[in-house]
């Protein structure tokens, strides 16, 4: 037998498992793809190869390549999305910065459905405050927590004050700054264990 498998997805949805192994060559193909794995994310190491995503098992060194997936999902809850353009990236960092926690699958494929339509973003930034509960925050508790859940660091005194001033003159409003802070390569670099960007993916 073949030790090189491969496994091409085709244009529907597909969830699942797969078995690791030496060479082993998966494709998600179009369509909203997770990848289940046992354990958690850090059992593996992840790493793009041209146009591939390279996983290894750490426990044993077992690996195979991936593409065309949207996400990775561990048995513990742990999450990977692969976003597949900056908008995608962006909207999957804004899950930290609301909710403190990886995106689940069913909301990444509502994210990603919403993005491949006309929308308003506005109503995006709306569906996230009405969830995350931090409208009863003080603008100072408010800035501090979606620093920290974006960034995993507090603002320092001079970004506060500087938020502070921009939301008090109108320059940004509380729906936008997570916005501001979670396209920043400083987000990009904290939760890149969380969120992955690869262009081109279907
Ligand atoms: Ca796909």
């Known amino acids: 037998?073949?030790?090189?498998?491969?496994?091409?997805?085709?244009?529907?949805?597909?969830?699942?498992?797969?078995?690791?192994?030496?060479?082993?060559?998966?494709?998600?193909?179009?369509?909203?793809?997770?990848?289940?794995?046992?354990?958690?994310?850090?059992?593996?190491?992840?790493?793009?190869?041209?146009?591939?995503?390279?996983?290894?098992?750490?426990?044993?060194?077992?690996?195979?390549?991936?593409?065309?997936?949207?996400?990775?999902?561990?048995d513990n809850n742990e999450t990977v999305v692969i976003a597949h353009n900056q908008t995608e990236g962006i909207l999957a960092r804004l899950v930290h910065s609301f909710f403190n926690r990886d995106a689940t699958a069913a909301e990444w494929q509502l994210g990603r459905e919403t993005l491949q339509q006309p929308y308003d973003p506005d109503a995006i930034l709306d569906w996230f405050q009405q969830r995350a509960g931090l409208q009863d925050l003080p603008d100072t508790d408010y800035v501090q927590t979606i620093y920290t859940q974006t960034l995993g660091r507090s603002a320092t005194g001079d970004e506060l004050d500087l938020q502070l001033s921009r939301l008090e003159s109108n320059q940004i409003d509380r729906n936008w700054l997570p916005v501001e802070i979670a396209q920043s390569s400083e987000a990009v670099t904290h939760l890149i264990g969380s969120v992955l960007l690869q262009d081109g993916w279907v």
Do not use: C, W
């Open 1 to 74: 037998m073949d030790a090189i498998r491969d496994f091409i997805g085709g244009d529907e949805d597909n969830q699942g498992y797969l078995p690791l192994g030496l060479a082993m060559n998966t494709d998600g193909g179009a369509g909203f793809d997770v990848l289940r794995m046992p354990g958690s994310r850090d059992d593996v190491h992840l790493e793009f190869v041209d146009n591939h995503l390279e996983l290894t098992q750490l426990s044993d060194g077992a690996m195979f390549s991936i593409k065309n997936a949207e996400m990775i999902a561990f």
